[in-house]
């Protein structure tokens, strides 16, 4: 099987469902956006080692593919689509409190930096914001379950308490801001 098709070559494409639409699409951002995530969060896997840190990111990106489907759907399809449950939220939250558990209080704002698995759990926090804002936005147009959104929310702050958490498992200072 052919990737190209040729069909997308007057900018427009097909949502799961059949129907077309632009490629510059509201849709389209929203859920293009969530496939650059779970492309720079495939990245941070890469410098993952820590299994029990593995065993939270490899679902997610199973998750992020599950948020794209309903974002990719013109609504004639949903049967098809993967259910979003709230105990994923949960889970992000339990993670989020285990990590907290060893991290310094945090008193300042955090620059993004410190290695390269450190940046890369920050360009997925800010990342999976950009994320949030476009489902937003979608959703001001197209009914949207709001799950999705509050599991994005929920994601971001899991990315930042993970680049938080990595700076402690590789003994690096978080570098703070200091504003001038």
């Keep these: 099987m052919k990737v190209y098709t040729k069909t ?30 779970n492309a720079f ?11 029990e840190i593995l065993k939270e990111l490899k679902p997610i990106q199973s998750t992020l593919f599950d948020i794209g489907a309903h974002l990719a759907s013109d609504g004639k399809a949903t049967d098809y689509l993967p259910e979003i449950k709230e105990d994923l939220i949960q889970k992000l939250e339990a993670s989020m409190d285990n990590m907290t558990r060893s991290l310094p209080e945090l008193k300042n704002f955090i620059m993004p930096g410190g290695n390269q698995r450190i ?10 914001r950009r994320t949030e804002r476009r489902v937003v936005a979608l959703q001001q147009e197209l009914p949207i379950p709001q799950i999705i959104i509050v599991y994005l929310n929920r994601l971001s702050d899991y990315f930042f308490v993970l680049s938080r958490y990595l700076c402690v498992l590789d003994n690096i200072d978080e570098v703070k801001w200091n504003p001038k």
Aim: aromatic content about 6%; charged content about 25%.
């Design 119 to 128: 940046s890369a759990a920050h360009i997925c926090r800010t990342v999976c």
């Design 41 to 51: 969060l495939g990245s941070l896997i890469s410098y993952i080692d820590e299994v």
């Design 8 to 37: 997308g070559d007057k900018g427009m494409t097909a949502l799961f469902g059949g129907k077309r639409v632009a490629k510059d699409n509201l849709q389209i951002e929203a859920y293009g956006t969530v496939d650059e995530l």
